[in-house]
């Protein structure tokens, strides 16, 4: 089993940053981390992954440039670093795990998700 806790969401202004947080615990070895995003009314997309050695990231094409995603040492939290803001990233962000290595957007792939934490960014 492995847990999922995401924070760092929040309101905030287009052009604003926010850094999102997700942190494992349980057993949280061989996980790939990914960051998913899910706007009301819109199905659940794909934001960026990292995997196990943190050396190799993907990203979806909206946030190229404007996000970065990052695991820290203990290989046990990621973090979503969010620029430019705007209002389209509006969403509830949620932080998954699995051990595949492919279909990586794809989140039917996940074995564990966190309750997500919202962003709003205002115009």
């Known amino acids: 089993q492995v847990q999922l806790v995401e924070s760092g969401g929040g309101l905030v202004q287009a052009g604003d940053s926010l850094r999102l947080s997700c942190e494992a615990s349980?057993?949280?070895?061989?996980?790939?981390m990914t960051w998913f995003r899910q706007a009301p009314g819109k199905e659940r997309e794909f934001v960026a992954t990292?995997?196990?050695?943190?050396?190799?990231?993907e990203y979806a094409d909206f946030v190229k440039g404007r996000f970065t995603i990052s695991r820290d040492n203990g290989k046990t939290t990621s973090y979503l670093q969010m620029n430019s803001l705007k209002p389209e990233d509006t969403a509830l962000y949620y932080c998954a795990v699995t051990r595949r290595g492919t279909y990586l957007s794809q989140p039917s792939i996940y074995d564990y998700w966190g309750q997500g934490t919202r962003v709003t960014v205002s115009s």
């Open positions: 990292i995997n196990l050695g943190g050396d190799t990231t």
């Open positions: 349980g057993r949280t070895l061989g996980y790939r």
